[in-house]
């Protein structure tokens, strides 16, 4: 809960000060602690005493960081590349989170599924803001969910 209050308190800095100087560091500390959590969790756990929680708090921070990065780059020109790379970053931070600690965290898997699905809108609210194409982007949405999803269960059984 002191994690998630936290978390929360740097989202309400973001609307005081500039947006990238919380949130940088904020997706950094948060992919750091992911970290730890899984290649040294057994030390961190008994500093922290988290009950193996900490990838899932981690992950919540990355993705909070990562939207207020992506709500900031949405306000500039469509053109700027910062936005795709922000976008590309979270998808990639998404997967790297179900295939290191999906396996341990039933939870973390909701949640990055829930940030993948957050991903997908912001992605289109902001890239396409039309009609054309959509068809054509829920149709590759939802192909890369399936994709996913057939790996994520394939690493399940494995179990």
Do not use: C, N
Not at 2 to 7: A, D, E, K, N, P
Not at 68 to 96: H, R, T
Not at 130 to 143: H, N, R, W
């Amino acid at each position: 809960l002191i994690i998630l209050s936290v978390l929360f308190y740097l989202v309400l800095l973001v609307m005081e000060y500039d947006t990238l100087q919380v949130a940088i560091p904020l997706v950094v500390a948060s992919v750091l602690l992911f970290a730890a959590a899984i290649f040294a969790a057994g030390p961190v756990d008994r500093v922290l005493q988290l009950g193996g929680r900490l990838p899932l708090h981690a992950l919540i921070g990355f993705l909070t960081g990562l939207a207020m990065i992506q709500f900031e780059l949405a306000d500039e020109s469509s053109y700027s590349s910062g936005f795709a790379i922000a976008s590309a970053v979270a998808l990639a931070g998404i997967v790297a989170a179900i295939v290191l600690g999906g396996r341990e965290s039933r939870g973390l898997r909701w949640v990055a599924y829930a940030g993948f699905a957050f991903e997908l809108a912001i992605i289109y609210v902001v890239m396409l803001q039309s009609m054309l194409d959509t068809a054509g982007f829920f149709l590759a949405a939802a192909v890369l969910l399936a994709v996913l999803a057939f790996i994520i269960i394939r690493i399940e059984k494995r179990m």
